[in-house]
């Protein structure tokens, strides 16, 4: 028996009025995502969403079986468990975000984010990706920023992209931060950090904005008519705790198949093994496929993580994200499916949920299910599709999504 979970991150969403009133996923052609929903149970997932934490890998926590409140800590930890990154137990992981911030000046005042010298008031959040800056430029920022502020207690590591590290040795972590991708095209202020901690998180902040603010990336990012990576947003913190081995609870062997360093490190804390990133850095929709399948040859379980490109996801069209569906299901969850089928007997949980960049917001989207045991006699239910709308009218009762993994090793059911 193979054992998936495929998460479809960031695909649920909320009726698009350029859509007709219709959400992406009903307005996609996703003829193999369907044939799951048709073919075994489509509902709806319940999640405790109130530890006070944020940012991507949690519900992959859910998804695998742990209770959030306890062993969410953001999206710093897992992060560093995927970059290979030593923490201590008493260390805190804080996810460093390069992003754009602007000068908040009256019309017809000269300025900007050039001449930005501290955080306040009078500061706007641009973007929250730096304008997807490539991660060669952010290497070299951050590499100037650690050589910079870097010491025995505080150490800046890079990710991809955006994405980045901060370890702050015997740290705090009472300290409340937000999401920059929460506050684009609002003022700052009111959200920098607060709380204990937050006076030297400040100080880094403030810090990587002089640093970063005339850096000759910068600069030539500017010419080309780029967005500048002009500060480190620190959030997503959160210490390095041990989990229990998904793989001892179940006596099985299991992958992790993912390009996101979070939920990656969810894999690797989970017990699990992961593809390296170099197979997967790059390669489209199908090649992955096959490295998934690969994989589960070898192994009971497979955690497969699919997300939409990051340029799809921060795009304002939502006929990008459309298109995006499209994309997976025909390149990835038909290809896919083709080569489980080869596997002999199966179950497979698809969850889908509205992605860390919505998560927690009312309206954007459900967290719901569609499950197929091959064992079992399809329920051909007819024109029913892998959309919200399909899921939220289902008769089976909401499930909790933590419960989920007992359901999926179940002997004999």
């Known amino acids: 028996m193979k054992y998936v979970i495929l998460h479809a991150d960031g695909m649920a969403d909320h009726p698009r009025q350029e859509l007709g009133g219709k959400t992406p996923l009903q307005a996609a052609s996703i003829p193999h995502l369907d044939h799951v929903a048709q073919d075994g149970e489509l509902g709806v997932l319940t999640v405790a969403l109130d530890n006070g934490r944020q940012g991507s890998g949690l519900s992959g926590t859910c998804i695998l079986g742990y209770e959030p409140r306890k062993y969410y800590q953001g999206p710093g930890?897992?992060?560093?468990?995927?970059?290979?990154?030593?923490?201590?137990?008493?260390?805190?992981?804080?996810?460093?975000?390069?992003?754009?911030?602007?000068?908040?000046?009256?019309?017809?005042?000269?300025?900007?984010?050039?001449?930005?010298?501290?955080?306040?008031?009078?500061?706007?959040?641009?973007?929250?990706t730096a304008g997807l800056i490539t991660a060669a430029e952010a290497r070299e920022l951050i590499d100037a920023v650690n050589e910079q502020l870097g010491s025995e207690m505080i150490q800046f590591y890079p990710g991809s992209g955006h994405r980045h590290l901060m370890v702050w040795v015997n740290g705090k972590t009472r300290a409340v931060c937000a999401d920059p991708q929460s506050l684009v095209g609002r003022p700052v202020n009111d959200a920098l950090p607060t709380g204990d901690g937050a006076d030297m998180l400040r100080k880094?902040?403030?810090?990587?904005?002089?640093?970063?603010?005339?850096?000759?990336?910068?600069?030539?990012?500017?010419?080309?008519?780029?967005?500048?990576?002009?500060?480190?947003?620190?959030?997503?913190?959160?210490?390095?705790?041990?989990?229990?081995?998904?793989?001892?609870?179940?006596?099985?062997?299991?992958?992790?198949?993912?390009?996101?360093?979070?939920?990656?490190?969810?894999?690797?804390?989970?017990?699990?093994?992961?593809?390296?990133?170099?197979?997967?850095?790059?390669?489209?929709?199908?090649?992955?496929?096959?490295?998934?399948?690969?994989?589960?040859?070898?192994?009971?379980?497979?955690?497969?993580?699919?997300?939409?490109?990051?340029e799809v996801v921060y795009d304002t069209d939502v006929k990008a994200k459309l298109g995006g569906i499209e994309d997976i299901d025909r390149e990835f969850v038909g290809p896919f499916l083709d080569g489980l089928e080869k596997l002999g007997p199966y179950r497979l949980l698809v969850l889908c949920d509205p992605g860390a960049v919505h998560q927690g917001k009312p309206g954007e989207g459900q967290w719901f299910y569609a499950y197929r045991d091959s064992a079992v006699k399809p329920f051909a239910a007819g024109k029913r599709r892998f959309t919200e709308a399909d899921a939220l009218a289902s008769t089976v009762a909401p499930r909790d999504a933590t419960k989920s993994v007992v359901r999926l090793f179940a002997k004999g059911s």
Not at 93 to 104: E, G, N, P, Q, S
Not at 209 to 226: F, K, M
């Open 77 to 128: 930890p897992l992060e560093a468990a995927s970059l290979g990154v030593t923490v201590g137990e008493h260390d805190v992981v804080y996810r460093c975000t390069m992003v754009t911030l602007k000068a908040d000046l009256p019309p017809g005042v000269k300025g900007g984010a050039a001449e930005l010298k501290k955080l306040g008031p009078h500061v706007i959040m641009e973007d929250a």
């Open 204 to 310: 880094l902040m403030d810090a990587s904005l002089l640093i970063l603010r005339d850096h000759p990336v910068n600069d030539e990012r500017r010419e080309a008519g780029l967005k500048p990576a002009n500060c480190l947003w620190l959030w997503g913190e959160g210490r390095a705790i041990p989990w229990p081995s998904l793989t001892e609870r179940f006596h099985i062997s299991g992958v992790a198949v993912s390009s996101s360093d979070v939920h990656r490190g969810l894999g690797l804390v989970a017990g699990l093994d992961a593809v390296d990133t170099e197979r997967l850095a790059g390669a489209d929709f199908r090649t992955r496929a096959n490295v998934a399948i690969e994989e589960l040859k070898k192994r009971d379980f497979a955690y497969v993580h699919l997300e939409l490109p990051d």
